[in-house]
T-cell receptor, first 114, second 113 residues
Framework: AQSVTQLGSHVSVSEGALVLLRCNYS??????LFWYVQYPNQGLQLLLK??????LVKGINGFEAEFKKSETSFHLTKPSAHMSDAAEYFC????????????FGAGTRLFVKA | EAGVTQSPTHLIKTRGQQATLRCSPI?????VYWYQQALGLGLQFLLW???????NRGNFPPRFSGRQFPNYSSELNVNALELEDSALYLC????????????FGSGTRLTVV
């Protein structure tokens, strides 16, 4: 069964600094991988996804993530944080078997300091 | 194009009562997924419906149930409400079993008192 671990429940960065949110997954074969963002009192919005092909994936709002099979990781980055990036971010994994359900990590809350 | 819509936005119920939550997927999406987001517990998978059938179920008791209608909208029912059922219930729709990701609604905040 697949699982996903997000390292750090809270991350704080200064405006303009690099954002790095870590995600590791457990799966017998490379799964589909996703990052979602949730703003207060809202549902989740898909930031980016990895299915097959290029391992560096670009998403919305300047975010990107790199799939590293050898490290079973899918870390999310953004070169320069904006105040508007403050939100909760969820990494998710969907396997190729096992009922096709998508499993979400516990989430990382990003704080951006002025 | 309308997104995933959920109703009601907020719902307050008394312990032991039943709650009914509704979801309309994006036009063209046949799959609907339900998740529970309780404080401090992340998103927990509840149910997946596709083409009117229940395809998968998470680790929740049978008092959590639902159905999908011919127009692909869905209903989540929670019977015999308990205080710990208080949570944000999120509905999502997607294609290809979710392999392209989900589009989420804004959720129904259920409070059990």
């Amino acid at each position: 069964a697949q699982s996903v671990t997000q390292l750090g429940s809270h991350v704080s960065v200064s405006e303009g600094a690099l954002v790095l949110l870590r995600c590791n997954y457990s799966s017998s074969v490379p799964p589909y991988l996703f990052w979602y963002v949730q703003y207060p009192n809202q549902g989740l919005q898909l930031l980016l996804k990895y299915t097959t092909g290029a391992t560096l994936v670009k998403g919305i709002n300047g975010f990107e993530a790199e799939f590293k099979k050898s490290e079973t990781s899918f870390h999310l980055t953004k070169p320069s944080a904006h105040m508007s990036d403050a939100a909760e971010y969820f990494c998710a994994v969907r396997g190729h078997t096992g009922g096709f359900k998508t499993i979400f990590g516990a989430g990382t809350r990003l704080f951006v300091k002025a | 194009e309308a997104g995933v819509t959920q109703s009601p936005t907020h719902l307050i119920k008394t312990r032991g009562q039943q709650a009914t939550l509704r979801c309309s997927p994006i036009s063209g999406h046949t799959s609907v997924y339900w998740y529970q987001q309780a404080l401090g517990l992340g998103l927990q998978f509840l149910l997946w419906y596709d083409e009117g059938e229940e395809r998968n179920r998470g680790n929740f008791p049978p008092r959590f149930s639902g159905r999908q209608f011919p127009n692909y909208s869905s209903e989540l029912n929670v019977n015999a409400l308990e205080l710990e059922d208080s949570a944000l219930y999120l509905c999502a729709s997607g294609l290809q079993g979710g392999s392209y990701g989900y589009t989420f609604g804004s959720g129904t905040r259920l409070t059990v008192v």
